[in-house]
């Protein structure tokens, strides 16, 4: 069996044998790449204490929900939302057109229109 330090050399000997030529990007060719994609603008909210009504806190659904799906955001005053693609009697990572089409509404809505997908198939509103 082999151990993590010598897997972690291996991996290093191997990385050392790819020729340096194939990898092509230059830091122009990065930064005309970059250059295509525009930043979201983002209104400066400052940091806030999300405090949900006393109906809200009370509702353990919903409060489950928030504590595993949403997260901080990198942008001060915003929050990302996890939606998994995993459902009860579903195929895992399987969503319906008229799934998709309600978060991507939620994302035109209230993420600048952008749903990323994680490597472990669920999306984000960021």
Known sequence: MLGIEAFQQEVEQEIQQ???ELNRLTDSELSRIASQFLPVVYETLGETDLEFSTHIQNNTDFSDWYDLNVRLHKVSGYRSVVISTKFPNNIPDDVTSEQ?????DLADRFCFGEIRVTHEQNLVLP
Do not use: F, H, S
């Open 18 to 20: 790819i020729p340096k």
């Open 100 to 104: 998709m089409r309600a978060i991507a």
